[in-house]
Every structure is written in structure tokens, then in C-alpha cells.
């Protein structure tokens, strides 16, 4: 299957800092790219939809302001964590779909685990 | 916009036996259904999906069927092993690479030997 990766895999930052965490489609080109966040023991939640090209799609409760995002190419999406806080310490994951691909399956990357203190 | 239910959030079962975790669904167009596999500070892995064209679809120990009219599908696993304890996630989607998977709320599956 296509591969997604993820940078960097585990970062620890103080109150106040941003942190800049990058996803890229190694092998395919993807138009569009999704941002998941999952706290300890509970589902994924999407937070935004990254569009090449154009600006991101956030879900309601999500601040853009926060969580900047930028997708300047087909194979990398960035999350930027502005004024990172403590209770944004999470797991962050970006997945991908085959633009040119005709099926549905989403590629995780391998996931950014935050840390605030 | 979608909702998707999962049960049960835990389960546990004898090895060797079968288990079996359901989904329902919302938005009627919905065509796309994983599931997903995953391990504690893992990715999620794809371990079946099935599209709405069909009603039931196999793999080795696993299968899922769909059921478009009632809006759920389940997970069926057979002769279940102690490494096929992790957390499984449903999942739904329309047919469109724009639209993003909505997640069920997880399952914690322990298999005990």
C-alpha cells in the first residue's frame, strides 16, 4: 500500500511554544490530506481537511488560529500547534488518499505524539 | 453530517472463539466502510473494507457484512488469537476523495488465552 510518513514522531515543547509537525505522501500524489487528533483511549477525531492549494477546512470546535495548516504541495501537509498548552498534548495523525487513485482507503501516517509541559 | 456508533467499547473473549463488533451509520450516503486495527501509539491499520455494492466481504479469519437498509455493518472475527488484542475502529465515508472518515468510537478487543 502507499505510505504516508510523519514528522516529527514524538516532540515535548514547553507552555507557549509552537510546534510545526509535517506530513507527507511518499509514493502518490494527494490533493487532499486529513487531520486527526486522538486523546488516550479514545477515537480519532478529524480536525481539519488539508486542500492543496487553497485553505484548510475546519471541523466546528477546532480554532484555525491554533492549528495553522498548509498544504503548498501534492505530498506534504503541514500542522502548525501555535501557543502550544498542555491540554493540546495528544496524539496527532494525518492520513492521505490516491488522488489519482480510484478507491476510497485512507493511508495513516504514523502519528506525532505531543507533549506540553 | 455523519454520526457513526460503535459497540461494544470493550470485549473480551476466550481464544479460539469469534468476535463480533457492530456499526451503525447516518448519512445515507455513506458508501465506504473500514475498519481499522490499532495498537497502543500505532497508526491505524486498514484491516478490511467493504463498499456498498456488496453485502459481505471475507478475509482469512475475518469478514464484514453491510446492511444498507438498516445503516450497519459488523466485524466478524473467527478462531481469535491473543495477538488480535488491540483497539478496532469502524469507519464511513462517501465516495469522495474530499470527504474525510468518520469514526466509530472504538472497540478494545482482549483475547485471553
Known amino acids: 500500500g502507499a505510505v504516508v510518513s510523519q514528522h516529527p514522531s514524538r516532540v515535548i515543547c514547553k507552555s507557549g511554544t509552537s510546534v510545526k509537525i509535517e506530513c507527507r505522501s511518499l509514493d502518490f500524489q494527494a490533493t487532499t490530506m486529513f487531520w486527526y487528533r486522538q486523546f488516550p483511549k479514545q477515537s480519532l477525531m478529524l480536525m481539519a481537511t488539508s486542500n492543496e492549494g487553497s485553505k484548510a477546512t475546519y471541523e466546528q470546535g477546532v480554532e484555525k488560529d491554533k492549528f495553522l495548516i498548509n498544504h503548498a504541495s501534492l505530498t506534504l501537509s503541514t500542522l502548525t500547534v501555535t501557543s502550544a498548552h498542555p491540554e493540546d498534548s495528544s496524539f496527532y495523525i494525518c492520513?492521505?488518499?490516491?488522488?489519482?487513485?480510484?478507491?476510497?482507503?485512507?493511508?495513516f501516517g504514523p502519528g506525532t505524539r505531543l507533549t506540553v509541559l | 453530517g455523519e454520526n457513526v456508533e460503535q459497540h461494544p467499547s470493550t470485549l473480551s473473549v476466550q481464544e479460539g472463539d469469534s468476535a463480533v463488533i457492530k456499526c451503525t451509520y447516518s448519512d445515507s450516503a455513506s458508501n465506504y466502510f473500514p475498519w481499522y486495527k490499532q495498537e497502543l501509539g500505532k497508526r491505524p491499520q486498514l484491516i478490511i473494507d467493504i463498499r456498498s455494492n456488496v453485502g459481505e466481504k471475507k478475509d482469512q479469519r475475518i469478514a464484514v457484512t453491510l446492511n444498507k437498509t438498516a445503516k450497519h455493518f459488523s466485524l466478524h472475527i473467527t478462531e481469535t488469537q491473543p495477538e488480535d488484542s488491540a483497539v478496532y475502529f469502524c469507519?464511513?465515508?462517501?465516495?469522495?476523495?474530499?470527504?474525510?472518515?468518520?469514526f466509530g468510537k472504538g472497540t478494545r478487543l482482549s483475547v485471553i488465552a
Open positions: 492520513s492521505a488518499r490516491d488522488s489519482t487513485g480510484a478507491g476510497n482507503e485512507q493511508f
Open positions: 469507519a464511513a465515508s462517501p465516495n469522495s476523495g474530499n470527504t474525510p472518515l468518520v
